[in-house]
């Protein structure tokens, strides 16, 4: 399989992160890239590295004026001496105000919605590396007859048009997803991560072009909290083009996989000409964040479904955790992804 990559993915690494009352050491490091670049080239995967390009595909998703306050922010923040070295929100917007200040510790909380989002003195340069990833990725898959892996880190599933959230500044799947249908129309994204794409859903509310599909856990039980209930099922304009599927936690491989299976009857249904799979592994039994309890064998009989369906896919690497195993979920998902090319039931649209 392809994967794409960039070593500046790996620049971006805050140690910790305020939440309950404390800072505790953040999950997001750059390990992780270092983890799952072994695992593809290991498996004897083509890696391929993402060119630089342009900030076009992702101000198609993302609010330029976002974009340029994240590339500009850090700069900003070390021009204050009396600040620490990692610009942390202490302020948020509620649905009560409803302007954009112009003081940078306002305008940080504007752009916001928690404490998880960290940013060094590198993290533009890592989080623009994952998007060109994404796009690059996007790009290859248009000319491809296998799908593609988008090794993204820092991940982007939670982040909205103007907001970073969740651990995620740019999404990545979105960005993608956007992309491809200038070459494919109709796209459909799966996501599988434990947590709901509540970015990706906000992102493609009013839109009939793109299917979202989640299966992850119930937001009653887990974060992102206030998103990714069964009843949100997209826009005006797009009603029943948003499907989530939440689950209770502790889930595991049978539960989980006949969700996935209801999403890909649905993404069928709408005859895609591409998929995207907004790919997790932090539903994984070892992960950190022990919300569901997925094997290596449940992700690799989820990736074997979704190849079966025979549709262009990319998948674009979400959440998954710092743990001896996760090297070896994503080795197991991309194993099964592979096996299951060759038990395809022909094209998702034909």
């Given at each position: 399989?392809?994967?794409?990559?960039?070593?500046?993915?790996?620049?971006?690494?805050?140690?910790?992160?305020?939440?309950?009352?404390?800072?505790?050491?953040?999950?997001?490091?750059?390990?992780?890239?270092?983890?799952?670049?072994?695992?593809?080239?290991?498996?004897?995967?083509?890696?391929?590295?993402?060119?630089?390009?342009?900030?076009?595909?992702?101000?198609?998703?993302?609010?330029?004026?976002?974009?340029?306050?994240?590339?500009?922010?850090?700069?900003?923040?070390?021009?204050?001496?009396?600040?620490?070295?990692?610009?942390?929100?202490?302020?948020?917007?509620?649905?009560?105000?409803?302007?954009?200040?112009?003081?940078?510790?306002?305008?940080?909380?504007?752009?916001?919605?928690?404490?998880?989002?960290?940013?060094?003195?590198?993290?533009?340069?890592?989080?623009?590396?994952?998007?060109?990833?994404?796009?690059?990725?996007?790009?290859?898959?248009?000319?491809?007859?296998?799908p593609v892996y988008?090794?993204?880190?820092?991940?982007?599933?939670?982040?909205?048009?103007?907001?970073?959230?969740?651990?995620?500044y740019l999404n990545?799947?979105?960005?993608?997803?956007?992309?491809?249908?200038?070459?494919?129309?109709?796209?459909?994204?799966?996501?599988?991560?434990?947590?709901?794409?509540?970015?990706?859903?906000?992102?493609?509310?009013?839109?009939?072009?793109?299917?979202?599909?989640?299966?992850?856990?119930?937001?009653?039980?887990?974060?992102?909290?206030?998103?990714?209930?069964?009843?949100?099922?997209?826009?005006?304009?797009?009603?029943g083009f948003n499907?989530?599927?939440?689950?209770?936690?502790?889930?595991?491989?049978?539960?989980?996989?006949?969700?996935?299976?209801?999403?890909?009857?649905?993404?069928?249904?709408?005859?895609?000409?591409?998929?995207?799979?907004?790919?997790?592994?932090?539903?994984?039994?070892?992960?950190?964040?022990?919300?569901?309890?997925?094997?290596?064998?449940?992700?690799?009989?989820?990736?074997?479904?979704?190849?079966?369906?025979?549709?262009?896919?990319?998948?674009?690497?979400?959440?998954?955790?710092?743990?001896?195993?996760?090297?070896?979920?994503?080795?197991?998902?991309?194993?099964?992804?592979?096996?299951?090319?060759?038990?395809?039931?022909?094209?998702?649209?034909?």
């Amino acid at each position: 399989m392809l994967v794409i990559h960039h070593p500046d993915q790996a620049r971006h690494d805050v140690e910790s992160v305020f939440r309950t009352g404390r800072f505790i050491p953040h999950v997001e490091r750059a390990e992780r890239y270092r983890i799952f670049l072994d695992a593809v080239t290991s498996a004897g995967h083509e890696v391929a590295e993402a060119p630089r390009a342009g900030l076009e595909a992702i101000t198609a998703v993302h609010d330029p004026a976002y974009v340029e306050f994240l590339k500009g922010l850090h700069d900003r923040w070390r021009q204050r001496p009396d600040f620490g070295p990692v610009a942390v929100p202490s302020v948020h917007p509620t649905h009560r105000m409803h302007r954009r200040p112009t003081d940078l510790i306002g305008e940080l909380g504007w752009y916001s919605n928690s404490t998880t989002c960290p940013i060094g003195a590198e993290t533009w340069i890592s989080v623009l590396a994952s998007a060109q990833v994404a796009i690059h990725a996007a790009e290859r898959l248009t000319t491809a007859d296998a799908p593609v892996y988008a090794m993204c880190r820092p991940p982007g599933h939670h982040a909205y048009p103007d907001l970073m959230s969740g651990g995620c500044y740019l999404n990545n799947t979105a960005i993608a997803a956007q992309l491809l249908t200038r070459r494919f129309g109709r796209v459909a994204i799966l996501d599988i991560d434990v947590h709901h794409g509540n970015g990706t859903q906000a992102i493609f509310w009013d839109r009939a072009d793109v299917l979202t599909c989640s299966v992850h856990v119930n937001p009653h039980e887990g974060a992102p909290l206030y998103a990714g209930h069964a009843d949100e099922v997209g826009g005006e304009a797009a009603r029943g083009f948003n499907d989530n599927q939440p689950l209770p936690r502790g889930t595991g491989d049978a539960t989980w996989l006949a969700a996935i299976g209801s999403a890909l009857a649905r993404i069928r249904g709408f005859e895609p000409g591409a998929l995207v799979i907004a790919l997790g592994f932090d539903a994984a039994e070892h992960d950190p964040v022990a919300t569901f309890r997925i094997t290596e064998e449940g992700f690799a009989r989820a990736a074997a479904m979704i190849a079966a369906a025979g549709c262009p896919t990319l998948l674009v690497q979400e959440g998954g955790y710092i743990s001896a195993s996760l090297g070896r979920y994503l080795q197991a998902f991309l194993g099964g992804m592979e096996r299951g090319r060759g038990h395809s039931v022909g094209s998702i649209s034909g």
